[in-house]
């Protein structure tokens, strides 16, 4: 199926996996996320009034509550809307002209006519809400946030570094055997052959890391700097950060572990100095670049031309509809 066939097919659908939405138990990164899409698929102004009864099952089901419980319920969930427009007030602050939303209070809209960069937030916003599209189209959005991430890198370190695939799209042919020595020949890392011999024949992708960066230094001695990156935009994105650890037993590291960067399309800076889950995010010594970070590091869009995932976000600017009927 190509390309424009999976976003035709998305699109057909869309509205039914957006229906069976439920905002109860989810992060406020992840609410607002939702109202973002609801934004761009509506084709008026939203409303922080429109959103309720979409928005928590509980509210919708407020009538059959008994009378006194009725107001407590109504009051609760339009103060949590509220909290969640501050949130999105606070996003259109840090990303600035780069933001493809206008808020004004408690009301959310598209803004028109808008430029690469916004479109490239639309595709974070994509990544970071695979659930919303058909499965197919979420294993190429994958692929291409992880190429997003490598032009993001790849423009953020200095020319000196050797930035390398080792995902999807994978810059080492072969095996994964064949492929990590390679790799370990090219940082000139002490190989350790019996744990890599371990791997079975069959495998050919290696699951811990899907981008590799680092400084090869003229004296050749492995003592060097180097990034393992782990792109990450399922449910489980935190817990992914602990799969680039077991480099340590393909690779003798010289005096100096690697770092070890996650990078994520959600968007989990909620206000000044505070990430919502701190502590789920920061398991262990990480770098972290969500959306703002990589959004903050493509300067020259020039390395995204190729990304079909721009078709995506033109389909759904174009096709806006209703979506509170």
Known sequence: MTYNALIDHSIDSIGTKIESYNGDNNTNHKKCD????????????LYNDDLLSRFFSEYS?????????????????ERELIDLFEILKYRQELYGEDYPFEIIDN???????????????????????LTTFEKNLQFQLTDEFEHITYCAISQHLPNTFTVKKLGSNSDYTGNTRKKLKDLGRDINLNINNEQIDNIPLSANKEKGVDLIAWYNFTDHIPNTLIFLIQC?????????????????TY?????????????????????????????????GDTLYFDRLRLMELIVDLECLNNINAFSLADRLISETTSVLD
Do not use: W
């Not at 939702?34 to 102004?45: F, G, K, S, V, W």
């Open 34 to 45: 939702y109202i973002e899409i609801l934004a761009l698929l509506n084709n008026d102004e």
């Open 61 to 77: 089901d407020r009538d059959n509550s008994p009378e006194e419980e009725q107001s407590e319920i109504s009051d609760k969930h």
């Open 107 to 129: 009301m959310i809209k598209l803004k028109e006519n808008l430029s690469h960069k916004q479109k490239l937030y639309i595709i974070f916003l994509c990544c970071a809400n």
């Open 232 to 248: 990450a935009c399922g449910q489980d994105t935190y817990h992914k950060i602990y799969e680039p650890k077991r480099y340590s």
């Open 251 to 283: 690779f003798n590291f010289n005096k100096m572990n690697p770092i070890i960067a996650l990078a994520t399309p959600k968007s989990i800076v909620i206000k000044p100095n505070k990430i919502e889950n701190e502590s789920e995010v920061f398991m």
